[in-house]
T-cell receptor, first 114, second 109 residues
Framework: DVKVTQSSRYLVKRTGEKVFLECVQD?????MFWYRQDPGLGLRLIYF???????EKGDIPEGYSVSREKKERFSLILESASTNQTSMYLC?????????????FGPGTRLTVL | QKEVEQNSGPLSVPEGAIASLNCTYS??????FFWYRQYSGKSPELIMF????GDKEDGRFTAQLNKASQYVSLLIRDSQPSDSATYLC?????????FGSGTRLSIRP
């Protein structure tokens, strides 16, 4: 059974804290993605990675960075958390090589920044 | 112009009726099209994908694709209360999947 896991379901942090969100996939997928989802705004792509140590900016990268040291793990970092980063964060992975490949999502992390 | 557009809804459909969800996309080069279902508080899960013009059926679900009109739709027959969810249309574009903002569907008993 394919699986994408995220380190926390719920997280509460204070403004200015450094926050790490971890994502692990067990499907040997090349591509991994971080989204945030807010009511009325849909899924917005923050960063994605096509391979180890590679990263590309998505639509809303400001205030975030990422790290991919191993193929199965993709981390999202909030260098200095702000209240407008309160959101649901979704990690996803996808195999490369075909446009028909499905994208699998993790369960999500609901982050609240106070 | 958004790359993938959907009516946000809510779309309210009586139980047992057909629910029709629509989506348009802007990238004419897109080859694959997906429908994801997302229950409240959960992550999206794939329910259908289509890549050829025409219809594709899977149980109560039918996906329809018209590349000339850049239009994708999802029909849900015999709608059940368990179909109440947000449905995300998604399009493959340059190795990424671009998602619409979703249509909220509510099946009323």
């Amino acid at each position: 059974d394919v699986k994408v896991t995220q380190s926390s379901r719920y997280l509460v942090k204070r403004t200015g804290e450094k926050v790490f969100l971890e994502c692990v996939q067990d499907m040997d997928h090349e591509n991994m993605f971080w989204y945030r989802q807010d009511p009325g705004l849909g899924l917005r792509l923050i960063y994605f990675s096509y391979d180890v140590k590679m990263k590309e900016k998505g639509d809303i990268p400001e205030g975030y960075s990422v790290s991919r040291e191993k193929k199965e793990r993709f981390s999202l970092i909030l260098e200095s958390a702000s209240t407008n980063q309160t959101s649901m964060y979704l990690c996803a992975s996808r195999s490369s090589g075909s446009s028909y490949n499905e994208q699998f999502f993790g369960p999500g992390t609901r982050l609240t920044v106070l | 112009q958004k790359e993938v557009e959907q009516n946000s809804g809510p779309l309210s459909v009586p139980e047992g009726a057909i629910a029709s969800l629509n989506c348009t996309y802007s990238d004419r080069g897109s080859q694959s099209f997906f429908w994801y279902r997302q229950y409240s508080g959960k992550s999206p899960e794939l329910i259908m994908f289509i890549y050829s013009n025409g219809d594709k059926e899977d149980g109560r679900f039918t996906a329809q694709l018209n590349k000339a009109s850049q239009y994708v739709s999802l029909l849900i027959r015999d709608s059940q209360p368990s179909d109440s969810a947000t449905y995300l249309c998604a399009v493959d574009s340059a190795s990424k999947i671009i998602f619409g903002s979703g249509t909220r569907l509510s099946i009323r008993p």
